[in-house]
């Protein structure tokens, strides 16, 4: 027996829905806050992920207590922790709990873990983050599906990225905030999620100028106390939620969310003639006439997110002519091209690029979320389509998105799991 999540197309969105703390902040928190010497951390707004559930399952192994006196609110201590080697499933999982090798480099200046999981996007190297540990002192060395990364002490570098890598920025970030002197990331990653994680550092004590900027400094410090944080919005969830609205709302109002994280969606879907407005902290869109196609390149922020390309293709298949979509982060970002195929899409798909004709009627088939956001633009089609859309696979889905189920059930759609 499987789960699978089944929806039946074609009713109309109608109310509100909130959304929940940034997944891509979240996973760097956690790790993050094993940083802390011995104090309480307090985290809030954690989303009920089951990305969450993995790292908990990490920091419960390293002997970190972890108590959540609502399902919003993590109290983190580390006073009785050890660091062991991470080696179990929770770790093959995700790809953030790469996060624990910067975090206990920087705590222990010793980490031994195994590979890293996370969705299949095509090859993703986390090269520039060993580099990064390298350049702050440490070695490298990967022997029997462990990496172990040591260093007799951390000193602080200047580290050039030659992409401009969330992952790489946060990791080094981690890293970097205890070792001795000054660290400078230059063509540091931008995203809110980094600045979000710098924030949370500052606030225990560490010294970081620039997140949010090309160039990020840390000024090493000696010891981080815990404090309390209040996680960003997930721009992605609020995304997803907009791009659903955009296909199916009669009015629907996304609440709990930073407009300008999601600006070069937002101004895209005006291009279309989607019927949007943009509140301080909330976003209403009403039943559109008609969509026209647009053209979309990812890019790192504030660029269009390619973790909101998938739902954005499936949004894609209702507009009028041909759009194109391109990715220059993840080349091989198309899985779900193939899905949305089998539920009648007009998509070709070409190295690093696809062009989706439209409109589309769309219709329900039994299909497969081969990674989280797929799973997303899944579930965007579903809504749409004639019929009843099966999805398997749908771990990947609850990976990402907080109590997805009942947020849809409340907006009018119709959404259950099944097992199969
Ligand atoms: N890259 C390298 N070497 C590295 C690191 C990255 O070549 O050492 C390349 C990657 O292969 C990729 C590009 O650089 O082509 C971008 O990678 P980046 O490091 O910025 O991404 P990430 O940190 O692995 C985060 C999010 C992803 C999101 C990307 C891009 C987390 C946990 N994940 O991944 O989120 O797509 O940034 O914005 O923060 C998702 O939420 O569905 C998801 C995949």
């Not at 490298?140 to 599906?145: D, P, T």
Request: aromatic share 6%; charged share 20%; proline share 4%.
């Amino acid at each position: 027996m499987v789960e699978v999540i089944k929806i039946e197309g074609g009713k109309r969105l109608n109310g509100k829905v909130r959304i929940g703390g940034a997944k891509n902040a979240t996973v760097a928190l956690i790790p993050a806050a094993i940083l802390a010497d011995n104090s309480d951390v307090n985290i809030y707004g954690v989303p009920d992920i089951s990305d969450v559930e993995s790292l908990s399952q990490l920091l419960s192994e390293l002997n970190v207590s972890v108590t959540s006196p609502t399902p919003e609110h993590f109290q983190i201590n580390t006073s009785n922790m050890k660091n062991i080697d991470l080696d179990s499933d929770a770790v093959t999982k995700l790809r953030a709990s790469y996060y624990f090798m910067g975090a206990l480099l920087g705590k222990y200046k010793y980490v031994r873990m195994i590979m890293p999981g996370g969705c299949y996007l095509g090859p993703r190297p986390f090269d520039l983050h060993l580099k990064g540990f390298e350049a702050l002192g440490a070695t490298v060395e990967y022997a029997q599906g462990y990496y172990t990364i040591k260093a007799e002490k951390l000193e602080g570098a200047k580290i050039y990225l030659d992409f401009a890598s969330v992952g790489a920025t946060i990791n080094i970030m981690l890293a970097a905030v205890l070792a001795e002197g000054r660290t400078i990331i230059e063509n540091a990653a931008k995203e809110p999620e980094i600045i979000d994680v710098a924030n949370f550092l500052n606030k225990m004590g560490a010294n970081i100028r620039g997140a949010g900027t090309n160039m990020v400094t840390i000024d090493g410090v000696e010891k981080l106390d815990g404090k309390p944080h209040e996680i960003i919005p997930d721009r992605i969830e609020a995304g997803t939620y907009i791009i659903m609205a955009a296909a199916m709302a009669d009015d629907v109002t996304i609440e709990n969310i930073i407009p300008q994280h999601v600006e070069a969606l937002t101004s895209k879907l005006i291009e279309m003639g989607v019927n949007l407005e943009i509140g301080i902290d909330s976003i209403r869109i009403q039943k559109s006439a008609s969509l026209k196609a647009v053209d979309i390149t990812t890019q790192t922020y504030p660029g269009f997110a390619t973790d909101l390309q998938q739902p954005m293709t499936s949004l894609l298949t209702q507009a009028e002519g041909p759009s194109n979509v391109k990715e220059t982060i993840y080349a091989e970002r198309f899985k779900h091209c193939a899905e949305l195929q089998r539920m009648g899409a007009n998509i070709g798909v070409h190295p690093a690029q696809a062009t989706i004709t439209g409109p589309t009627p769309l219709f329900g088939s039994k299909v497969v979320a081969t990674d989280l956001r797929c799973g997303a633009s899944l579930v965007v089609a579903g809504l749409m389509a004639d019929g009843v859309t099966e999805i398997h696979e749908v771990y990947h889905i609850d990976r990402g998105y907080d109590d997805i189920d009942n947020k849809l059930t409340a907006l009018g759609a119709k959404f259950w799991r099944e097992e199969v």
